[in-house]
């Protein structure tokens, strides 16, 4: 608790003051860009990766960076959605999961969720994706290649969940919205995103940059 406290005493006598002005034009409103869903790890800083800062961003955290398909579960990640899409009118939804993800590890060893039984249940939305991956690899595959290649597959499941909600296939139908699927790998601070038409994650900085319908 101490290191919290004396952080917020350092932004209250540097940062502040600083950033007092940006403050003041967001006291009454926000237009953030994009919608950014990714997991509840603490390792996951997204300002810090994309050098965004308040207001950037419209935040959305859950573990496993999992979006529930529409209908099956009103909730926060539901009402998320529908508020920064259909009032916010972002213009982009970013899904983004990252490496040695805990939520990924637990649907890869099925006991270690035995006595979670909200984070299994929960985990039910992932689980198509790893049926997904354990069709296309090999029993040779390791523990690694099958943990990495979850964690795409996830990412690419989540993507068409979204897709699912109203609020967002309508977004997508007319130009306003791009929905991106991305992973942050840790050690490396790289971040890959889903090409849709080679159906691979590439280096983000090699992507094209996304265009809008309108
Ligand atoms: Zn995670």
Redesign the pocket.
Known sequence: MEKLIAGYKKFRSEVYPEKQDLFQQLAQSQNPQALFLT???SR?VPDLVLQTGPGDLFHCRD???IVPPYGEMPGGVSATIEYAVSVLKVRHFIIC??S?????KGLLNHRSLDSLPNAASWLRFSRPALETIEKTLGPEASYDQRLQTLIRANVVRQMEHARTHPSVAAALASGQLLLHGWTYDIPHGIVEAFHPESSQFLSLDQMPLPVHAK
């Open positions: 997991c509840s790890d996951i573990v496993g960076n999961g990252h040695d993800c805990g939520a990924m």
